[in-house]
């Protein structure tokens, strides 16, 4: 059993003393494991603490608001889920904006399986419904959506539904970054991390409810095929009793959108590249798919990252979650680690605050049930960490 959070201990990332990188955790020779980044010095501005236990469900996405509220979502994965969408409260959580938005009645209105969360630079909340459940063939045509909130009213003001060449039936849309100068009403960016069929990259014009499907089954969007991760002593299988073990692969994931809106990065789950795209060519429907291609630029790394996100002053930051901690990526490329913490297990999503704090999930995904031959090793509470940074959160509006 691992030890109480103490925050003192925590934080690694404010003198290069200490900071060694966990050993390379590679089952094969020459597969690599975290590089000895050194820490990003002047960036951090507080300590690695917990900012909310959740004693309950369990959840995957994290949204800041600028006045500071919080807002969580709970995918339907192995769990059963009372809401979906839920708002921080003191020590717990309520659905969010209302249980009857939450309720599972039939609705494809509704909130049926959320698996993100994002506020945008224009401060309304934006919620990424899969209408899949554990990653299976969505539920309907009509069950996948990107719904906009207003949270001055705290009402949907926007949803969007999508056609099925662009969210196919075994499509799982997973995260979502936003570009609000980029058309009349900005431009989203979407992931699909399919389990089932060809990942892919998803751009919505918001104004228009527009959207288009790039680069399907193509190499940048899918699992990397001698992909092999360890955690906590095993490797990543996906375990289920009276089965055998088969790898377990996911494709594209993360996304980020640089402080400028030229370049949309995002890798997949299951592999070690960075990629980016220009923006303006992956979102231009006259644009091919190999001219999308032809635009983008990959970086080798040595961990593999979940989630994305990105600074006012041109920097991206990624989870790894392989060595429970956050790397940086500086203008110029190079690599830093910002926290590294034992108790940073599988870091999920981030968000930032309008003070520079940054906040990350610790899901504890690889111990779930299908890891595990149907033992559940996840540990209660399930946490919300933040760190104070001296970074600025992209504000930048229409």
Request: charge should be negative; glycine fraction near 8%.
């Amino acid at each position: 059993m691992r030890m109480p959070y103490v925050p003192s201990l925590a934080f690694l990332a404010i003198s290069l003393v200490g900071c060694q990188a966990p050993q390379d955790p590679s089952p094969a020779p020459g597969t690599p494991g975290r590089a000895q980044y050194s820490t990003a010095l002047g960036l951090a501005a507080g300590k690695l603490e917990v900012a909310h236990r959740f004693n309950d469900q369990y959840p995957t996405g994290i949204a800041v608001s600028r006045t500071g509220r919080m807002f969580c979502c709970y995918p339907r994965w192995e769990d059963p889920v009372k809401f979906t969408v839920g708002e921080i409260k003191g020590d717990g959580e309520v659905p969010y904006p209302s249980q009857e938005m939450n309720a599972d009645d039939g609705n494809p209105e509704h909130f049926y399986a959320v698996q993100s969360v994002v506020v945008d630079p224009a401060d309304r909340l934006w919620v990424v419904d899969t209408g899949s459940v554990d990653m299976n063939p969505i539920r309907g045509q009509e069950w996948p959506k990107l719904v906009g909130i207003d949270l001055t009213t705290n009402q949907v003001f926007k949803t969007i539904h999508f056609p099925p060449d662009v969210v196919l039936s075994t499509s799982y849309i997973n995260d979502v970054r936003f570009d609000l100068r980029r058309g009349s009403g900005g431009t989203a960016y979407l992931s699909d991390s399919s389990k089932d069929g060809p990942n892919g990259l998803i751009v919505v014009d918001l104004a228009s409810g527009k959207s288009i499907r790039r680069l399907s089954g193509m190499t940048p969007v899918r699992p990397e095929k001698t992909f092999q991760a360890i955690m906590e002593g095993q490797p990543l299988m996906i375990r289920k009793p009276g089965e055998a073990p088969k790898p377990a692969m996911v494709g594209s994931d993360g996304i980020a959108v640089n402080a400028d809106g030229s370049r949309v990065y995002f890798c997949p789950l299951s592999g070690r590249t960075l990629y980016s795209l220009d923006a303006a060519t992956l979102a231009d429907p006259a644009k091919t798919d190999d001219q999308v291609l032809a635009s983008g630029t990959s970086e080798n790394r040595t961990f593999a990252s979940d989630g994305l996100d990105a600074d006012a002053q041109g920097r991206i930051y990624l989870t790894d979650w392989e060595h429970n901690a956050i790397i940086v990526r500086e203008t110029d490329g190079t690599l830093h680690t910002l926290v590294h913490d034992d108790q940073l297990w599988w870091p999920d999503s981030m968000a930032w605050g309008a003070d520079g704090t940054l906040y990350v999930t610790a899901t504890q995904l690889h111990r779930q049930r299908k890891y595990n031959n149907g033992q559940d090793k996840r540990e209660k509470p399930y946490l919300l960490f933040r760190i104070k940074t001296k970074a600025t959160p992209i504000t930048q509006a229409k």
